[in-house]
Nanobody
Framework: QVQLVESGGGLVQAGGSLRLSCAASGRTFSRYAMGWFRQAPGKEREFVGSISSSGGDTYYADSVKGRFTISRVNAKNTVYLQMNNLKPEDTAVYYC????????????WGQGTQATVSS
């Protein structure tokens, strides 16, 4: 069982930056691939990006590629989402999720953190 807690959301102007954190409980964090997702009001939840258990591989949605960076520090049981050059369309609740098998099936989810980008 893994518990995930996101933090770091807030209000920022367009062009600004935010860094989201996701802290995980348990001793198995280093074995899990991790993903970030977001859901804007009235829209479906969408994939933002993911990182392999070792941190050696990352993947991003086209909409955030070149602006967002995912990293992790396994010794701290934490994964990060650095968001730069933010746009109003990035406004959403951001969720982290854990994938125990590395096959893109996310079994554990955090409660989400709100990021709002003003124009």
């Amino acid at each position: 069982q893994v518990q995930l807690v996101e933090s770091g959301g807030g209000l920022v102007q367009a062009g600004g930056s935010l860094r989201l954190s996701c802290a995980a409980s348990g001793r198995t964090f280093s074995r899990y691939a991790m993903g970030w997702f977001r859901q804007a009001p009235g829209k479906e939840r969408e994939f933002v990006g993911s990182i392999s258990s070792s941190g050696g591989d990352t993947y991003y949605a086209d909409s955030v590629k070149g602006r967002f960076t995912i990293s992790r520090v396994n010794a701290k049981n934490t994964v990060y989402l650095q968001m730069n050059n933010l746009k109003p369309e990035d406004t959403a609740v951001y969720y982290c999720a854990a994938d125990p098998t590395g096959r893109g099936v996310y079994q554990y989810w955090g409660q989400g953190t709100q990021a709002t980008v003003s124009s």
